[in-house]
């Protein structure tokens, strides 16, 4: 170790030392992070929520006039003048678009489901620790119930697995270019 360095590390000053690393990472930083933002942004009209997809997010579309195919890539490029997505294996044009699927869970959907399975595992298992000790069978009813929860939320999520958001009157693709080149 150098005397120099030793002497950095054995600072009894710290706020000298907080001076030195603060300045050091504001010269790092700005190196490391100069290129620009680009999104595509999925907006339902009349509403401030928005969906956003950035470089490296998957994405499930299908392109108009195909009403059965849908398209799995990862987006590799935007290019917000021209209106074209670039994925690893094709380019798009965002007007070609017709609608994207998002595989998230419903939130109202997922609670749901995942509360039916707890209660149906619970009764099974108090029906169970209930009629071992006493040396009786359980019953059918118990079955009933608790095979009625477990497949009401085992459907429950299968059948609410996706969204599809359909482009159009009620929703637009966007893509936004965050770049700082103009900024004074």
């Known amino acids: 170790m150098t005397p120099e360095l030793y002497h950095f590390i054995a600072l009894k000053n710290k706020s000298m030392r907080n001076l030195l690393i603060a300045m050091a990472l504001l010269v790092c930083v700005p190196l490391t992070s100069t290129t620009a933002q680009r999104v ?32 799995r890539d990862v987006i590799e490029d935007i290019l917000a003048d021209d209106g074209i997505i670039i994925f690893s294996k094709r380019a798009v044009k965002v007007d070609e678009i017709d609608a994207i699927r998002s595989y998230r869970v419903a939130r109202i959907v997922q609670p749901i489901a995942r509360n039916l399975l707890i209660f149906g595992t619970t009764w ?48 637009r693709l966007r893509l936004l270019s965050l770049d700082w080149h103009g900024a004074p």
Do not use: C, M
């Open 40 to 71: 595509l942004q999925l907006e339902k009209y009349g509403s401030a929520k928005v969906k956003k997809y950035f470089i490296g997010d998957e994405l499930h579309f299908r392109l108009k006039g195909e009403k059965n195919y849908w398209y």
């Open 124 to 171: 099974g298992l108090y029906a169970a620790a209930i009629a071992w000790p006493l040396g009786w069978s359980v019953g059918l009813l118990d079955i009933v119930v608790v095979t009625t929860s477990w497949a009401t939320g085992l459907l429950a999520r299968r059948i609410f697995r996706y969204r599809t958001f359909r482009l159009g009157k009620k929703r």
